[in-house]
């Protein structure tokens, strides 16, 4: 479990090229982070996605070169991977959108993704353990860590849950 990896983006639209990674938190299984903002990579965004991130696009525009924090988050992710003997497998608790932008961007800023082609999502985990499929919400209740939005929060608090989820089952 310790190639376990929970990963949370903050963006300002729905989807990467068409829109920009606002940032990026990272928990390893043993509490180590990393957190990188990146500045927009588009001209196209949506003030509701940016206000979840609580900045406005001023201070967005402001933020880290891209290309730099994504070079970053390849070479921490290559760290990780050379401690865990090659194995990281990344978790989140919507990896279909997180995934998408850390995927978008180590392809475009490093030409690979060091964390491959797929993630995990927490609450299809934790509603497989319960047997039911409509709980896969339920588990947000275990955190500790307080859902902020802040990416390196929001990674922390959902690996405290996965760390419970997967003691719980003896996994």
Not at 86 to 96: E, F, I, K, V
Request: aromatic share 12%.
């Amino acid at each position: 479990m310790k190639q376990f990896l929970v990963i949370d983006v903050e963006a300002d639209g729905p989807c990467p090229g068409l829109y920009s990674m606002v940032s990026l938190g990272a928990v390893t299984w043993d509490g180590e982070t990393f957190y990188r903002e990146f500045a927009p990579i588009s001209d196209d965004w949506m003030p509701q996605a940016l206000a979840v991130s609580n900045i406005s696009r001023e201070e967005h525009l402001k933020y880290a070169n891209p290309k730099q924090s994504t070079i970053d988050l390849f070479q921490w992710l290559n760290e990780q991977k050379k401690k865990l003997d090659n194995r990281l497998t990344m978790w989140s608790d919507n990896p279909a959108f997180d995934w998408q932008f850390v995927n978008y961007y180590l392809n475009k800023y490093t030409g690979a993704n060091p964390l491959g082609f797929s993630a995990r999502r927490i609450g299809d985990y934790y509603a497989g353990t319960k047997k039911q499929v409509f709980r896969s919400n339920e588990w947000k209740r275990m955190r500790k860590t307080k859902h902020t939005h802040h990416p390196v929060d929001d990674a922390k608090g959902n690996m405290e849950a996965l760390q419970q989820i997967l003691g719980s089952t003896g996994r």
